[in-house]
Nanobody, 126 residues
């Protein structure tokens, strides 16, 4: 069973930075499309960022609301995906979920996700 374990959430003031990490227990991590989604109270889970991987490197995708502020990256040797969040805003508050898709693709749709992490809380105060 593939497991995803997030870490690194917390409380930060607006304008601050946080990095969340996700370690994936699988031998084929390098073939997975990895991503992050978030869910604010009373709202649906939404796409944040994703990154696939191929012989030529990885392509990244971002929600418009985080472009230029968030950066997704991965370390295939450590089975880990990261989300660096800079310039945080109160509207970035929510539970951030790591997501894995066994198939190559963009990983931007929640319906295409094969595995989810348990989530880590990110709270941005104004």
């Amino acid at each position: 069973q593939v497991q995803l374990v997030e870490s690194g959430g917390g409380l930060v003031q607006a304008g601050g930075s946080l990095r969340v990490s996700c370690v994936v227990s699988t031998r084929t991590f390098s073939t997975y499309t990895m991503g992050w989604f978030r869910q604010a109270p009373g709202k649906e889970r939404e796409f944040v960022a994703s990154m696939n991987w191929n012989w030529n490197g990885g392509r990244t995708y971002y929600a418009d609301s985080v472009k230029g502020r968030f950066t997704i990256s991965r370390d295939n040797a450590k089975n880990t995906v990261y989300l660096q969040m800079n310039g945080l805003k109160p509207e970035d508050t929510g539970v951030y979920y790591c997501a894995a898709n066994r198939s190559p693709g963009t990983g931007t749709s929640a319906t295409s996700i094969d595995y989810w992490g348990q989530g880590t809380q990110v709270t941005v105060s104004s």
